[in-house]
């Protein structure tokens, strides 16, 4: 499944849950060959390089 498909089952307005039973059902495995779970849908959601926000020039407090 593609970025754009699971932002558009969102637009749906399915909830996270919906959106991980729904993936798993299709046998759509995510990045690390395991299956979705609702906060592993939220961590793509509101994360800012997919949801549209450029990020730059950001560092962490652990690499500085």
Known sequence: MKASELF????????E??????LNQKGVMNDLS???TPA???QI???EK????NVFNRVSYKLK
Do not use: D, Q
């Not at 558009?8 to 909830?15: A, L, N, Y």
């Not at 849950?17 to 729904?22: D, N, P, Y």
């Open 34 to 36: 395991r299956p979705w």
């Open 8 to 15: 558009r089952v969102v637009e749906e307005g399915k909830s």
């Open 40 to 42: 592993r849908i939220h």
């Open 50 to 53: 997919y949801i549209g926000n």
């Open 17 to 22: 849950r919906e959106i991980a039973l729904e």
């Open 45 to 47: 959601l509101t994360n």
